[in-house]
């Protein structure tokens, strides 16, 4: 099972478990998901393959897990936008606390399932001492946001779970995720937003004077770490990531230069509460999982803009500002 299975990490991962031959339950609330993220798979005969329209805060998501039994269900369901978290925390508490428990409580009925989660290593240990990165997981967890907050909140309880109700468990703290598919409206969409202007003939606008890094992270890469982390990292968290800090100055002189476009980005006020630097040591997971990524900056935006220029109306030639907070 996956919840958040329209969405952008998530219907890759279903292509990805289908290809392997796995029968696959989605679970959305189509709130930012679509169901053109999952057309391809839907429209395939052979695939093994049942969306369900749940909210995972209703009480139908319990009785759902506890009808199917999953072997394994993959929680990427959330409210994954930090604005939002800021302007309405109770909204993002509900959401993400309270029905990543639903989630749970579903597991807790389902003898020997287990939980692989989407955490946010983009966000769990807040600002890093610079002379520390790239961040393992040994490092403390500070968030600074309520979205921050109810992720890691989400990783207190799967421990708890764990020890209380058997519930084995393994916590993916994703770098920036990117690739095709990428909603430029949602968080961290910071090279979906690129491709897609740079393409479109408009201008992108960077906050702040761009120095800012980020550890950009493909999306099959990610998806290869969530299909081992059904069987491998019980009760662990492990970071998702390169290891590698890109400014987001130099993202847009690449994905500038790979798209043929010389055009200037515009420079705006930074906004506050970003994050200056962050990078995400994979390390653990290469130890536990066996993971390491191999896609290269240069590959991966060759994908998305590929993946831009092929897809109906795909570039936009308005204006795109970029923050890439994950």
Request: glycine fraction near 12%; charge should be negative; proline fraction near 5%.
């Amino acid at each position: 099972m996956v919840t958040g299975g329209a969405g952008f990490i998530g219907s890759n991962l279903v292509d990805r478990l289908l290809a392997e031959g796995n029968e696959v339950d989605v679970v959305d609330d189509l709130s930012t998901g679509t169901l053109a993220n999952l057309s391809a798979a839907r429209s395939n005969p052979a695939n093994e393959l049942s969306f369900y329209n749940i909210d995972i805060r209703s009480d139908g998501i319990v009785e759902l897990i506890t009808r199917r039994k999953p072997n394994v269900i993959f929680h990427l369901a959330a409210q994954a936008d930090v604005r939002v978290s800021v302007a309405r925390s109770l909204f993002d508490a509900d959401v993400n606390i309270l029905g990543s428990l639903k989630v749970l409580e579903g597991a807790r009925a389902v003898d020997g399932a287990r939980l692989v989660f989407a955490a946010s290593g983009g966000t769990l240990y807040g600002e890093p001492d610079p002379g520390k990165l790239p961040i393992s997981e040994s490092s403390p967890h500070r968030p600074l946001s309520p979205y921050a907050v109810s992720k890691k909140a989400v990783i207190d309880y799967l421990h708890a779970y764990r020890e209380l109700h058997d519930v084995e468990f393994c916590a993916l703290a994703l770098a920036n995720v990117y690739g095709p598919r990428q909603d430029i409206h949602g968080e961290a969409g910071v090279v979906a937003i690129f491709a897609r202007h740079l393409l479109g003939g408009g201008s992108c606008t960077i906050f702040g004077d761009g120095s800012q890094t980020r550890d950009f992270v493909y999306v099959d890469d990610v998806v290869d770490a969530f299909v081992r982390a059904a069987e491998r990292g019980g009760g662990l968290v492990m970071n998702i990531g390169t290891g590698i800090e890109t400014s987001v100055n130099d993202l847009y002189a690449t994905m500038s230069r790979l798209a043929g476009v010389d055009r200037r980005a515009e420079y705006k006020p930074g906004r506050p509460g970003e994050l200056h630097r962050n990078c995400l040591d994979p390390s653990r997971a290469g130890i536990h999982l066996g993971w390491k990524p191999w896609t290269l900056l240069d590959d991966g935006i060759r994908s998305v803009l590929e993946d831009i220029r092929f897809a109906p109306g795909g570039a936009d030639p308005g204006s795109a500002s970029a923050n890439p907070i994950s």
